[in-house]
């Protein structure tokens, strides 16, 4: 079997990857090749120099022809440009989410065409497809049934490309899936331009010694999914079979949610790891901000991902938790999480 991870050296994508890589197997089946696609590879990387791994660095359409010289058999397809920064660069959301969607869909129809395996397409679509529209506001519950009406350009992209691939599937063209992420929460490493980065980063700065900004007011409410959770999930859908018991229709799958507020998270910030940690952040409220993140629901039915056997985080404790369990190095010592 060979893989193909878009955004292979990015956070969500170096993770699938290091699972992938651990298992050796993907769909009952042994992985003989891994290729990590990606603008950007670390200098240095270890999952690079993995002898199972195949790099291709650079822009995605501009590599398809390379990369589908010899059958794909699964895509998981996690590159894509983020909330803020489609939202401030209207072109480069179109370009890197839709059109890049667009011509990874026409390299697995013409593989499909020229009798190869039809791939399996896991595709990381996003909670920001749902928005509160004048005319339909959203329910207090929003489930798979739920109209999307996305309010950000980034939700829009992402909506359309769910479309795209749900025709293609018809088609079969390609057998495709669609993942909604919640916003994924503690993410590691530097701030990234996603509007819903600060979720992360008003943890891990506060726990590596660093101030951080919370342009959202306390009482908002967000749903998160911890990385583990996530990748989890990303991969239950990849293996999951069609029909009863698995992936019926073409619905997405909206991953499991676990609703806090703000303020619950800074609560536990303060609670688990002491008053001079949660005092580095300072809440500044930033209307922009506030209008992408605050449109995107907060509660959602996780009935359609239970079935498949995916379960939200506990709690938010248990997040942060995690995170430190994962990344102790980016964790100052002297905090409540001395003993983690």
């Not at 899936?177 to 994924?184: F, N």
């Not at 660093?210 to 989890?232: F, W």
């Not at 996780?302 to 995690?322: I, M, W």
Request: charged residues 20%.
């Amino acid at each position: 079997m060979r893989v193909l991870i878009t955004g292979g050296f990015g956070f969500l994508g170096q993770r699938v990857a290091g699972v992938l890589l651990k298992r050796h197997t993907l769909c009952g089946a042994s992985i003989e090749r891994l290729v990590l696609a990606d603008r950007f590879v670390p200098v240095g990387s270890a999952l690079a120099a993995d002898p199972l791994v195949d790099v291709v660095h650079g822009d995605l359409s501009e590599h398809l022809e390379e990369i589908f010289v010899r059958p794909v058999d699964v895509v998981v397809h996690l590159a894509s440009a983020v909330s803020a920064e489609c939202e401030a660069d209207f072109d480069l959301g179109m370009s890197a989410n839709l059109d890049t969607t667009r011509a990874l869909l026409e390299a697995t129809r013409a593989q499909s065409a020229t009798s190869g395996p039809t791939p399996r397409l896991v595709f990381s679509s996003s909670v920001a497809v749902y928005g509160s529209d004048p005319a339909l506001p959203l329910p207090p519950v929003v489930s798979e049934s739920t109209l999307p009406t996305p309010q950000s350009s980034y939700g829009t992209q992402k909506r359309v490309c769910e479309q795209l691939i749900a025709e293609y599937t018809r088609r079969g063209f390609v057998d495709g899936r669609v993942a909604r992420l919640m916003t994924v929460a503690v993410r590691a490493g530097k701030p990234n331009a996603a509007a819903s980065g600060f979720l992360s980063g008003i943890i891990r700065e506060p726990l590596a010694g660093l101030p951080a900004v919370c342009p959202v007011g306390p009482e908002l409410r967000v749903a998160l999914a911890s990385p583990r959770r996530t990748v989890d999930g990303i991969l239950r859908i990849a293996e999951v079979e069609r029909g009863p018991g698995g992936l019926e229709g073409g619905l997405p799958v909206n991953l499991p949610a676990l609703t806090v507020t703000v303020a619950d998270m800074l609560a536990t910030l303060r609670r688990v790891a002491g008053d001079a940690v949660a005092d580095l952040v300072t809440v500044a409220p930033d209307p922009a901000v506030e209008a992408i993140v605050g449109s995107w629901p907060a509660v959602l039915d996780n009935t359609r991902a239970t079935a498949l056997g995916l379960r939200p985080d506990e709690n938010f404790e248990s997040v942060v938790r995690a995170y430190v369990g994962d990344h102790p190095d980016a964790v100052t010592a002297g905090n409540g999480f001395g003993a983690v």
